[in-house]
């Protein structure tokens, strides 16, 4: 059975880190395009990035050179290395699978508050 | 790296058939048959209910369908429910790698 399940999530301030985990269960991580996807508080869904079964990184262009996509292959876990952070980037951050996603995760809560 | 457009709702009455548009672009729902729509329930993850198009997931009831014309994707929902209350949102490929979701459509059972 496929299960993503984020950790990392909490509060931190404007220009601070923050680093999401999502292990994976059922399947190998290194060989599926793995992704972020965001949602802010009563807002839509938003793709964040994504780290192809190769290795290639893609970011949408909001965070780009903010936020890092990477992956563990013997932890069979994928991260996202958050850094100055912005009020805007507080959201619901699920971890998924393919491109577009077939499973998610159950979400992990990231608030920049000032 | 616009979204795709969506009616922000629609409603319908319960056996009634609802339709929710999708309108990308030639670079995004016109070339890539790898359109997927999700539910999500308030406080929920989104479930996918169609992936490339017109498929459906196994356990995923036959009253959902998928189909496309051009740079349009469409799900209609058949035989309508009150579990079917819920966000609808589509995601297309896109170009540069890129993935692209609607803004969503709050799907109302009158």
């Known amino acids: 059975e496929v299960q993503l399940v984020e950790s990392g999530g909490g509060l931190v301030q404007p220009g601070g880190s923050l680093r999401l985990s999502c292990a994976a269960s059922g399947f190998t991580v290194s060989s599926n395009y793995m992704s972020w996807v965001r949602q802010a508080p009563g807002k839509g869904l938003e793709w964040v990035s994504v780290?192809?079964?190769?290795?290639?990184?893609y970011h949408v262009d909001s965070v780009k050179g903010r936020f890092t996509i990477s992956r563990d292959t013997s932890k069979n876990t994928l991260y996202l290395q958050m850094s100055s952070l912005r009020p805007e980037d507080t959201a619901v951050y699920y971890c998924?699978?393919?491109?577009?996603?077939?499973?998610w995760g159950q979400g992990s809560l990231v608030t920049v508050y000032s | 790296q616009s979204a795709l457009t969506q009616p922000a709702s629609v409603s319908g009455s319960p056996g009634q058939s609802i339709t929710i548009s999708c309108t990308g672009t030639?670079?995004?729902?016109?070339?890539?048959?790898?359109v997927s729509w999700y539910q999500q329930h308030p406080g929920k993850a989104p479930k996918v209910m169609i992936y490339e198009g017109s498929k459906r997931p196994s356990g995923v009831s036959n009253r959902f369908s998928g189909s496309k014309s051009g740079n349009t994707a469409s799900l209609t929902i058949s035989g309508l429910q009150a579990e079917d209350e819920a966000d609808y949102y589509c995601?297309?490929?896109?170009?540069?790698?890129?993935?692209?979701f609607g803004g969503g459509t709050k799907v109302t059972v009158l």
């Open positions: 998924a699978r393919n491109l577009p996603p077939d499973y």
């Open positions: 030639s670079s995004d729902v016109g070339t890539y048959n790898l």
């Open positions: 780290i192809y079964s190769g290795g290639a990184t």
């Open positions: 995601c297309s490929y896109g170009p540069i790698s890129t993935v692209l």
